[in-house]
Every structure is written in structure tokens, then in C-alpha cells.
């Protein structure tokens, strides 16, 4: 006697090649990608605000020096300016050079605001003297300078009375 057994095994498919496995996997791999995505667009946000916030304080910070820079600017251009209405003043008035050579034009054009250049007439009675000269240095050292030259020339020509430097001397070297 044969007994046959027949035994109907069935072997369930693994979940892993379940739909509703394969779903999830695709849905929960959706989910981390997006939150990876919002977490670097959070931290590059922040990022950004804290540039925006950098750049607004050295912005600030700039803006502060420039307003100071210009602030000395303008009182240094004030200065140079009064120095030379100083300088003009003490040029050759424009009628006594007119008595003394009546066809006369000056052209002065110095290269800065105040300069080395300047020109200095005089009359001692049949004598006439002029003089055009450029004194060591530019800007202020130069206006200065000329000045300095100025005076000179009013001290040895109309206080010491040296009109003839070949033959007046004598105090001087």
C-alpha cells in the first residue's frame, strides 16, 4: 500500500518584492531627499542672512570712514583755499602792475591750488624790477616757499635797499 502525501507547500514572495514594500521604500527615500533638500535650503538661508548681515555692518563701517575722509577732505581743501587767498594777497595788486608796465598781461597758472609759483614787481624810483620765480616744491612746502621768497625779496630790496645784487653785498655771504 502506497500512501501518497502530497504536501502543497507555498512559499510567500519575501516582503522586500511586496508592492506595498516597494511603495513605502520609494516613498520613504522621496521623504529623506526632500528632507536633506529643506535642510541644506534652512542652512544656506541662514548662511546668506549672516553674509547679508556681515556685509550690512562693513557696509556701514565704510560708509562711517568715507564720511570721515571727507570730512577731513573738505576741512584740508578749506585750508589749502584760505592759504591761497593768503598767497593772492600778497601778489602784485593788479593796478600797480598796470602803472608800472601799462601793456602788460600776467598769465598765472599754477599747477596746484597753492603753488612755489610766484611774481613780485616794484618800482624804486627810474627802476623798475620784476620778478617770476618757482620755489622748491608743490602744494603747501611750495606756497610756503614762495612766500618765504616774497618776504626776502621786500626785505633785501624795500627795507635794505640791495637793488644791484652784483654790487650790494655786504650782509649777504
Known amino acids: 500500500m502506497e500512501i501518497l502525501l502530497t504536501v502543497k ?22 521623504l529623506i531627499i526632500v528632507f536633506i533638500v529643506k535642510m541644506r ?10 553674509l ?5 555692518l562693513r557696509t556701514k563701517e565704510v560708509v562711517h570712514q568715507k564720511e570721515e575722509i571727507e570730512e577731513i577732505n ?3 581743501t578749506d585750508s589749502i583755499n584760505y592759504a591761497k587767498r593768503i598767497q593772492t594777497a600778497i601778489l602784485p595788486e593788479e593796478d600797480e602792475f598796470d602803472k608800472m608796465f ?3 598781461f600776467v598769465v598765472y597758472k599754477p599747477k596746484d591750488i597753492v603753488s612755489g609759483d610766484f611774481y613780485w614787481a616794484r618800482k624804486f624810483g627810474n627802476l ?14 611750495g606756497g610756503f616757499m ?4 616774497m618776504m626776502l625779496l621786500n626785505e633785501a630790496c624795500v627795507l635794505k635797499n640791495i637793488l644791484d645784487p652784483w654790487r650790494d653785498t655786504e650782509g649777504y655771504g
Open 9 to 30: 507547500i507555498s512559499v510567500a514572495k519575501p516582503f522586500w518584492k511586496e508592492w506595498w514594500f516597494i511603495v513605502t521604500l520609494g516613498a520613504v527615500i522621496v
Open 41 to 50: 535650503e534652512r542652512r544656506h538661508l541662514r548662511y546668506q542672512k549672516e
Open 52 to 56: 547679508e548681515h556681515q556685509l550690512a
Open 74 to 76: 573738505k576741512d584740508l
Open 102 to 104: 601799462p601793456k602788460n
Open 128 to 141: 623798475q624790477l620784476i620778478v617770476c620765480a618757482d620755489c622748491t616744491g608743490h602744494g603747501v612746502p
Open 146 to 149: 614762495s612766500m618765504i621768497g
